[in-house]
């Protein structure tokens, strides 16, 4: 068997290989232009175990590996560095203390997405980009509206809103208003044909379906929650739901004292997001999560309020996934348990 650690750059990588059935140790630099990388693993032969750290541009390597049916792991930079505490750090180094934690079993492998997944996922994240320059597109062409006395608010985008096009205004502020104006209406024609997709594929997956019976969720929400989440087995429970979207406190604590901060968002931002903007809409719908929601808005404030919020809207998504039940069974659920006197944090179990 081979076992290569792989130091993966966006232009080069540094390899470091053991073959463990004579003991010796190849170390090399392979240039990503041309086909070098592809002619070299292509020609290895028997099995084979590839490990790299987690980097935003692993994607190419991934697939390749793939292709040749190559194992490969992927691993957690910060658990690979911890695992070398001297302060030389180079590429061969690092290839080589890859190619140790795969030798030695203690490799920190992490889940990754499928292809599928990852699609999908360009999907949600593709709308939102748009929805984010819509945004800053209508905040400016509010700041015009303000700066001459129209405070329209919303109605700045249905007929109402015309009076901004009759401003007088001089040359090059009117050819940014009549930009902006334009670059708005793409843009939501943009979104409009992406909202459709995004609502066929997710009433196509049964998991986003289930999702969707929770008042407030709605397609967006439902499928970025099933391929952020991915395989819901991997968590023992709600607690690790959380932790690993960032939904908890940092703290430093030492010595018999506890120190807790703001939220760690060690997790996926964009997640987070969908969850927050989800909860606006089931504390309306939702009686215990608004009674919730109201209490710890007198306790601690809108902002924390409204994380809390979102993150017992997370944990009621992942709880719905990990039971394959829709709203109305979890609802009852959690009847029962209130009946019996176990229940706590709106999680009900099977």
């Known amino acids: 068997m081979q076992i290569i650690g792989v130091d993966l750059h966006a232009r080069q990588q540094t390899i470091s290989m053991l073959d463990t059935s004579t003991g010796e140790i190849v170390e090399r630099t392979l240039e990503h232009a041309g086909d070098a990388v592809q002619e070299f693993y292509a020609g290895l032969e028997g099995p084979i175990l590839a490990g790299i750290e987690a980097t935003g ?24 560095r911890a695992a070398e505490p001297r302060k030389q750090k180079h590429d061969r180094r690092d290839a080589a203390l890859i190619r140790t934690l ?42 015009i509206a303000l700066n001459h006395g129209l405070r329209l608010g919303r109605s700045l985008w249905s007929k109402a809103g015309r009076a901004l096009a009759a401003l007088p205004l001089g040359e090059f502020s009117s050819q940014r208003r009549a930009a902006l104006q334009l670059l708005y209406v793409r843009l939501q024609e943009q979104i ?10 997710a009433g196509e997956r049964p998991q986003a379906c289930l999702l969707m019976t929770h008042p407030g969720v709605g397609p967006i929400t439902a499928l970025g929650t099933e391929v952020f ?43 987070r997001f969908l969850w927050c903007e989800a909860t606006r809409h089931a504390v309306r719908k939702d009686a215990d999560l608004r009674r919730f929601y109201r209490r710890k808005l007198l306790q601690k404030g809108l902002g924390k309020a409204k994380v809390a919020a979102a993150r017992k809207l997370g944990i009621r998504l992942y709880i719905m996934l ?25 999680m009900p179990e099977r």
Request: hydrophobic share 35%; charged share 25%.
């Open 229 to 271: 989440l991915g395989d819901v087995g991997r968590f023992r429970d709600g607690k690790s739901v959380a932790s690993y979207m960032g939904m908890i406190p940092s703290e430093h604590s030492s010595g018999g004292r506890q120190r807790c901060g703001a939220l760690s968002k060690q997790g996926n931002p964009f997640i």
């Open 57 to 80: 541009s692993m994607q190419w390597f991934l697939q390749l590996m793939e292709e040749l049916e190559i194992e490969c792991q992927v691993g957690h930079p910060a658990k690979i």
């Open 192 to 201: 409009e044909e992406l909202d459709k997709v995004v609502s066929k594929l």
């Open 322 to 346: 990990r039971d394959q039940i829709d709203y109305a069974e979890f609802c009852r659920r959690g009847s029962m348990r209130q009946k019996q006197g176990s229940a706590h944090a709106g």
């Open 102 to 143: 795969l030798t030695e079993g203690r490799f920190p492998a992490i889940w990754m997405p499928s292809a599928e997944q990852r699609d999908v996922r360009s999907l949600l994240l593709h709308r939102h980009q748009w929805v984010r320059i819509r945004t800053r597109a209508q905040s400016a062409l509010q700041a």
